[in-house]
């Protein structure tokens, strides 16, 4: 069994920055693709961010240009940096594994942004 853990989150002001952190439980990461996910208030839950095990990544147009996704093997983690951060952004953000075709899901971080 694989646990995803974000950490984070918190509240910012609009055109501030936020980093956050999933941690997993297992040596996962590297072979797993990883991907950050939100989920705000009646809407569905959309990608921000996904990286390969390759280390390649790729971004929600609404992202691009504000946010990196990292990872670090030797670590277990996988990181996402925002900045610029909007109104818009406030949501649940949770972190994805796929591991041998398994798709695991953290506990998500909010994030909040105000104006």
């Known amino acids: 069994q694989v646990h995803l853990v974000e950490s984070g989150g918190g509240l910012v002001q609009a055109g501030g920055s936020l980093r956050l952190s999933c941690a997993a439980s297992a040596n996962i990461f590297s072979t797993a693709a990883m991907g950050w996910y939100r989920q705000a208030p009646g809407k569905q839950r959309e990608l921000v961010a996904r990286i390969t095990s390759g280390d390649s990544a790729n971004y929600a147009d609404s992202m691009k240009g504000r946010v990196t996704i990292s990872r670090d093997n030797a670590k277990n983690t996988v990181y996402l940096q925002m900045n610029s951060l909007k109104p818009e952004d406030t949501a649940v953000y949770y972190c994805?594994?796929?591991?041998?075709?398994?798709?695991?899901w953290g506990q998500g971080t909010q994030v909040t942004v105000s104006s």
């Open positions: 994805k594994a796929v591991y041998r075709g398994i798709l695991y």
